[in-house]
Each structure stands twice: as C-alpha cells, then as structure tokens.
C-alpha cells in the first residue's frame, strides 16, 4: 500500500506523522523501526499516530526509532497539534458539532493521558500536568536506594557505572527521565553515558537522559539521550524534567529558558497548580507517500 506521511519536527527532534483514523495500519512497531530508518526508510527519530478518541478531541500514540511504544512527547505533541490544526481543522474535517478551527485548544489523549495544547500564533504551548516525583511512579526500582535515602524523591542519587558515578536526579513527565547537571554540557560523551544509563537496571522500563548545565537563574543547557532514539536535538518531556530539577536543587526560577541543540523552549512550572508548561515551536517539512 502506499502510505501517506508528513515529515515534522519541533526544534530538529523529527516524526513522521501518520494520520490512522481509519486504522487501516498493521505491525505497527515494525513498520515504525522501516520508517525511521534513515538510509532506506523516511528518517526520523519517532512516528506519531493521529487516531480517535473517546476521551478528548483526537488520540496521538508514539513509537520510537526502535519500535517501542512510549508514554509522551513533548516536541512530538506540538507537531500533532500543528498537524491537526492546519490539515483538520482548518479544512473543517471536525469530530464534533464545535467549530473548532476557530478556538485556540485542543485535547490529545495520550499514553500519559490528555495533553491540552494551546496555539499561540507559531508557538504552541502544552500542559504536561504535574511531574512525578515518587520513585515508584516514575518509575525506578525502590529496592536499590537503600534505607536512608530519601523515598520521596530521587535526588543526586549516586548510580555507579562502569566505576563512575552520576548524581541523578528522577522525574517522569509522563515518562521517566534521568537528570544530570554537570558544568559542561558539551564535553559530555552523551554516546556512552546516555545508553549506559537508559538501559541500568535501576529503570525497569528505561529511561530517557539529561545532561544539564546552569547558565544563570533563567537558563539552562541540556543534552538529550532518548529512550528507544538515541541522541536527539530536542525533547520536550526533557526539557520539562531538566526544568524541574533545576528548581527542585535551587539553581533556577520556575519559568527557565532550555537551550537545546536544536533551539530553546521555554518551561514554566507553575507554583499555582503544580503544572508544568512547554511553550516551543513546530514545523512541517514536506509531505508525501512510501510504499510499504
């Protein structure tokens, strides 16, 4: 069959969107690891799915470079709501009674749960709720803290690999996330300490990986590890935890600047409700089709 895609990206992390609302696909984690190939497939670092829902205004599933299905995306999120607004709504294709090409939200259920997504002219802000702290939940694998360590929270916990030892700091926006702040960013070896992380046995379902540095109290540099994609110029969820963590040790205010390869986001963690905000940008590429 041939397949109709568009090729996206929000600050260089890229997808490629499929619009599944028919659910005509199969072998999806297969098709996916085809997809992301960047020598015979399209090239990306996840594919992202538009189906129903029966919870808010559509469904956005998330597969990673190697198959695997994840719980949320940041960058990933944004691009959908581009997509949706500039290819659905926009042409009236609505799934409900609303005019909806005329208001400024929509509600993307995912994994995770309903991500609401605001346009801001070429900025698109989503509401990622509230971060998890507790180390169950994130999760990590209690056993290994130790009885005096804090249950609470995982912060600056020493996690030896390969006779170094990296304080991390654990925070799932929807999926689990590794912190690291260090003073350089740049002359980290993310190749080798990011899939040394992701896959330690602490993370019973992995981990994505954040390297970060403190430039002042309104900005931060951070590297990115994903879960399943390896090295990334962006990530939202990442960009939310590496915020986070900086507030939570007291290097930074709670709206911070995150400068990735890519580009800058910006996060705020609202001291009001306790939510995490990722205000960034999202871009079409071109569109197309592949057999497959």
């Not at 605001?118 to 971060?131: R, S």
């Not at 030892?165 to 740049?186: E, L, Q, R």
């Not at 963690?269 to 569109?287: C, E, L, M, R």
Request: some cysteine; hydrophobic content about 40%; aromatic content about 8%.
């Amino acid at each position: 069959m041939n397949l109709h895609f568009t090729k996206m990206h929000g600050l260089g992390n890229d997808f490629i969107v499929i619009d599944n609302r028919n659910e005509k696909l199969r072998r999806i984690r297969t098709l996916s690891q085809k997809l992301c190939d960047r020598r015979f497939g399209i090239g990306a670092d996840q594919v992202l799915l538009l189906s129903h829902s029966k919870k808010a205004d559509f469904r956005m599933r998330i597969f990673n470079a190697d198959g695997s299905e994840v719980e949320m995306c940041g960058n990933g999120i944004r691009c959908m709501g581009q997509y949706v607004w500039d290819t659905i709504l926009f042409r009236g294709d609505t799934e409900s009674k609303d005019d909806r090409s005329r208001i400024d939200y929509i509600a993307i259920e995912t994994i995770a749960g309903v991500m609401v997504l605001e346009k801001k002219g070429n900025m698109y802000t989503v509401d990622l709720g509230e971060p998890v702290l507790e180390p169950s939940k994130i999760p990590v694998r209690v056993s290994m803290l130790g009885k005096a360590f804090n249950r609470e929270m995982v912060q600056q916990y020493s996690l030896a690999i390969n006779k170094k030892n990296f304080n991390i700091n654990c925070v799932s926006m929807g999926n689990p996330h590794a912190v690291i702040v260090v003073k350089d960013v740049d002359k980290v070896p993310l190749e080798v300490h990011g899939p040394e992380i992701e896959n330690h046995r602490f993370f019973p379902n992995r981990t994505n990986v954040e390297f970060m540095q403190i430039i002042d109290w309104n900005n931060v540099k951070v590297r990115v590890w994903e879960r399943g994609s390896g090295a990334t110029l962006a990530c939202g969820t990442g960009a939310s935890a590496s915020a986070v963590t900086s507030v939570l040790l007291g290097l930074t205010k709670r709206k911070v600047n995150v400068h990735l390869p890519g580009g800058k986001m910006i996060i705020r963690w609202s001291q009001k409700d306790n939510h995490v905000f990722a205000t960034g940008p999202a871009a079409t590429v071109y569109q197309g089709f592949i057999h497959v």
